[in-house]
């Protein structure tokens, strides 16, 4: 089993920043790609990007390419998510999750594990 949590989000206004991370433990993080997907209210949840097993693959939705970014400390065993230019759009709830396969995945069944998630709200 893995455990992932995650943390960083809250409220900002559009045009701001936020990070959020993802702590993982249990079995050996390093081998695993990770994502990080959101679910708005009302909505179904969506893919935002994912990284290879050593962080050398990376994948964005197009809605967030140029403003978020996926990086991971395999040392720390914290997978992080830079979110730049916020927009009001961008508010949802982020799952960080962790598949078994090393390269990068987009579809939600590929990941086996799943964080609790993390609010973010974009005020206008």
């Known amino acids: 089993q893995v455990q992932l949590v995650e943390s960083g989000g809250g409220l900002v206004q559009a045009g701001g920043s936020l990070r959020l991370s993802c702590a993982a433990s249990?079995?050996?993080?390093?081998?695993?790609?990770m994502g990080w997907f959101r679910q708005a209210p009302g909505k179904e949840r969506e893919f935002v990007t994912t990284?290879?097993?050593?962080?050398?693959?990376?994948y964005y939705a197009n809605s967030v390419k140029g403003r978020f970014t996926i990086a991971r400390d395999n040392a720390k065993i914290t997978v992080y998510l830079q979110m730049n230019s916020l927009k009001p759009e961008d508010t949802a709830v982020y799952y960080c999750?962790?598949?078994?396969?090393?390269?990068?995945?987009?579809?939600?069944?590929?990941?086996?594990?799943w964080g609790q998630g993390t609010q973010v709200t974009v005020s206008s």
């Open positions: 999750a962790a598949s078994l396969s090393p390269s990068i995945r987009v579809r939600e069944s590929d990941y086996d594990f």
């Open positions: 249990g079995r050996t993080f390093s081998n695993y790609a």
């Open positions: 990284i290879s097993w050593n962080g050398g693959s990376t």
